[in-house]
């Protein structure tokens, strides 16, 4: 139950309906859309007659009618509520509307809808499967909540609350901003100064705002790993991007069939997604020889760095950039949870610059207070010391879900992964993934559709793409039996 302020009643300006009508029919109005739920407690008779600068009667007759007609009850000593049962509009008027205006059209003005989340998007309901082996959801029962809900105390100290509270207009935290360089992409090889750093909402916004800066007139040659990020391909084609497929090995992205005619490459270096390869150091090279040769920019999305667990990682594209031809991209969504929304880019003073006074243009800056807090946690060895837990967890589900597969002759596309929290499975000829897919929600066991990941119309039907962060080690087993089952059906 809410109690309704008398701010959120308005009259209407048709001066040729009484007082009383008009009252009633606003409230009649807000019941029937929904902004006063049944239940809901009306203002005091006086309070709304002083706010409205009518006068006491006209509101009682008003709450009289209302009564009548059953869209309010009064309850004795506690005042005037909604009624559990208040008529609803199609109640009072009919289904056809009885006269009323018809809708805006909005469809002709829009257009298609960009697309948005596609076939490798994880239900909203994910949590009720017994076998998610999906990607991009939370290990929640490992993560050190009582080291999180600290740096938010700490975060909303009285010493920080000002800082946090004002407008810092297009300006990110500079306690964040100094953990990032030190504890973060220091640990990529990367030397940045705080200058060269914009925190952002995500890896996602941060790649939409390096194609706004980079492609302000909607116009522009691109090339992108296939398989490859889907999101990320939505993004570019709603942009009016060209987009050159460059196809995808062992080594990671083939770079010399990379076009010549390209402004921007986006790639995954440390992981690939979707198929976790990792970039070899000849082709990073090679990416970079590349860039300079036919000078083009080159984006690095650092996706799932953090789990490189079975080899040390190699370092990032931009800690070998002598040029500034490298934006870096890095996200703290994946490593801490999800639900967080933030990560960073890294490049040149002068891009920064650029792409901060992009960003104020729709978000001026991530919350302040998000901010902080994530500051707390890297500064305190928290995030680090989480990432090292996480790294020995995935290492062994990955080692569970590889024995698992072989015991029932399925192949991974990698005999060999560096680290990650996904595995590319190749399944025999002649398999249609989707259907697999739907096959094995009926069993309890999610797996995505390694065909959503192609740009190519002929994108080959026989992949899937395990994730391995969320489900249980000991649910793989059994969970890779049911795959097996189903793929063999």
């Known amino acids: 139950m809410a109690i309704i302020s008398e701010h959120h009643i308005f009259l209407s300006e048709d001066a040729n309906v009484g007082l009383q009508t008009r009252l009633k029919d606003s409230i009649t109005r807000a019941i029937w859309d929904g902004r006063f739920a049944p239940g809901d407690r009306l203002p005091a008779t006086r309070a709304l007659a002083r706010h409205l600068r009518i006068s006491r009667i006209t509101v009682s007759l008003a709450y009289d009618s209302l009564l009548a007609t059953g869209y309010i009850i009064s309850v004795a000593r506690s005042g005037y509520f909604v009624a559990p049962d208040a008529p609803t509009r199609i109640e009072a008027v009919g289904p056809s509307g009885n006269g009323a205006t018809e809708r805006?059209?909005?469809?002709?003005?829009?257009?298609?809808p960009p697309a948005a989340l596609g076939a490798q998007a994880n239900p909203a309901d994910w949590r009720r499967y017994k076998y998610p082996f999906i990607f991009g959801e939370p290990d929640v029962a490992r993560f050190p909540v009582?080291?999180?809900?600290?740096?938010?105390?700490?975060?909303?100290?009285?010493?920080?609350?000002?800082?946090?509270?004002?407008?810092?207009?297009?300006?990110?935290?500079?306690?964040?901003?100094?953990?990032?360089?030190?504890?973060?992409?220091?640990?990529?090889?990367?030397?940045?100064?705080?200058?060269?750093?914009?925190?952002?909402?995500?890896?996602?916004?941060?790649?939409?705002?390096?194609?706004?800066?980079?492609?302000?007139r909607r116009s522009?040659?691109?090339?992108?790993?296939?398989?490859?990020?889907?999101?990320?391909?939505?993004?570019?084609?709603?942009?009016?991007?060209?987009?050159?497929?460059?196809?995808?090995?062992?080594?990671g992205m083939k770079v010399d069939e990379i076009p010549s005619d390209v402004d921007a490459v986006f790639a995954t270096p440390s992981h690939q997604a979707p198929t976790g390869a990792t970039m070899s150091m000849a082709r990073r090279n090679a990416l970079l020889e590349r860039a300079e040769q036919d000078d083009f920019i080159v984006i690095e999305d650092d996706y799932d760095y953090e789990?490189?667990?079975?080899?040390?990682?190699?370092?990032?594209?931009?800690?070998?950039?002598?040029?500034?031809?490298?934006?870096y991209i890095g996200s703290f969504?994946?490593?801490?949870?999800?639900?967080?929304?933030?990560?960073?880019?890294?490049?040149?003073?002068?891009?920064?610059?650029?792409?901060?006074?992009?960003r104020t243009l729709s978000e001026r800056h991530p919350p302040g207070l998000t901010q902080k807090t994530v500051a707390y946690f890297l500064s305190e060895g928290h995030y680090n010391s989480h990432s090292r837990r996480m790294r020995m967890r995935m290492a062994r589900r990955n080692e569970v879900l590889r024995e698992a597969l072989a015991q029932h002759g399925l192949t991974p596309a990698l005999e060999r992964a560096t680290g990650g929290t996904t595995l590319w499975l190749r399944g025999p000829d002649g398999m249609v993934d989707t259907e697999i897919?739907?096959?094995?929600?009926?069993?309890?066991?999610?797996?995505?559709?390694?065909?959503?990941?192609?740009?190519?119309?002929?994108?080959p039907q026989n992949r899937l793409r395990l994730g391995f962060a969320t489900i249980e080690t000991a649910l793989i087993p059994d969970g890779v039996a049911l795959i097996a089952e189903a793929i063999r059906g």
């Open 220 to 251: 522009g040659v691109v090339a992108m790993e296939d398989p490859g990020y889907p999101e990320l391909r939505n993004l570019l084609l709603q942009q009016g991007l060209e987009i050159r497929p460059v196809p995808v090995d062992r080594e």
């Open 307 to 327: 789990m490189s667990y079975s080899s040390p990682a190699l370092p990032a594209l931009k800690s070998l950039d002598q040029r500034g031809r490298v934006a």
């Open 104 to 112: 805006l059209d909005w469809s002709s003005r829009l257009g298609p």
């Open 437 to 459: 897919v739907a096959a094995l929600r009926e069993k309890s066991v999610l797996v995505e559709a390694g065909s959503a990941f192609y740009a190519r119309d002929d994108a």
């Open 146 to 216: 009582d080291d999180w809900r600290d740096c938010v105390r700490r975060a909303l100290g009285k010493r920080h609350f000002e800082q946090i509270a004002y407008d810092a207009r297009d300006r990110d935290d500079p306690f964040l901003l100094e953990q990032i360089v030190r504890r973060s992409v220091s640990g990529r090889g990367v030397a940045a100064s705080v200058d060269e750093v914009l925190v952002t909402a995500g890896a996602q916004n941060a790649l939409w705002l390096m194609v706004q800066v980079l492609f302000p």
């Open 333 to 358: 969504s994946k490593s801490i949870f999800p639900g967080l929304r933030l990560g960073y880019l890294t490049a040149d003073a002068e891009l920064i610059d650029h792409v901060r006074a992009v």
